[in-house]
């Protein structure tokens, strides 16, 4: 997988984790434990997307 198409995968994956945080937020059903987890998720794939754009630029 070619560096351009794993931040394509991560992007994807930020976006769908971006629209399950959104819905966990409308739904008050929700545990905050699961709200934190989406975030965590959210910012690791961000902090991935970073390091590779970083690495490229080298």
């Known amino acids: ?26 739904s008050p059903s929700v545990d905050d434990k699961e709200i934190l987890e989406i975030k965590r998720l959210k910012l690791r794939i961000k902090d991935e997307m970073e390091r590779l754009r970083s690495s490229t630029r080298h």
Do not use: P
Not at 3 to 13: G, M, T
């Open 1 to 26: 997988m070619t560096i351009q198409a794993h931040l394509e995968s991560l992007a994807k994956k930020h976006g769908a984790l971006e629209e399950k945080l959104h819905t966990a937020l409308a």
